[in-house]
């Protein structure tokens, strides 16, 4: 009997916002858009969330990119952009300089 494999890192990430999308009740076609995007940018990782009146955060979308750090005065978080839209996603990872101008460690954008 062959041993059990593990998904791999990529398809939990899949599965893993497929489950999350399910259970906070993301709106219609978010999902397909994360997925669309990630496609895209697959440096990032992207996500749907409600707004959030504690964390001061608007409804929309995010990306996370997997290995860029940015100096947030306090630590070196992950870098993260946002838009209310796809299209406004898209464009503020666009938007983000390329690691060659500021190396994996960038100021906070």
Known sequence: ?????WPSAAEMRWRNRQVL???LHWPAGALEH????ERQYPDWS???SDACAWAK???GYFAT???RRVWDGGGWPNLQVSGATPY???AAIEAVPPEEEYGPL???I
Do not use: D, F, G, Y
């Not at 009997?1 to 494999?5: A, G, I, L």
């Open 106 to 108: 960038s100021p906070l």
């Open 65 to 67: 990119h997997r290995q």
């Open 46 to 48: 992207i996500s749907w």
């Open 88 to 90: 406004q996603l898209v």
């Open 1 to 5: 009997m062959s041993e059990p494999t």
């Open 57 to 59: 955060q608007e409804a």
């Open 21 to 23: 999308a399910e259970r």
């Open 34 to 37: 994360c997925e669309e995007i």
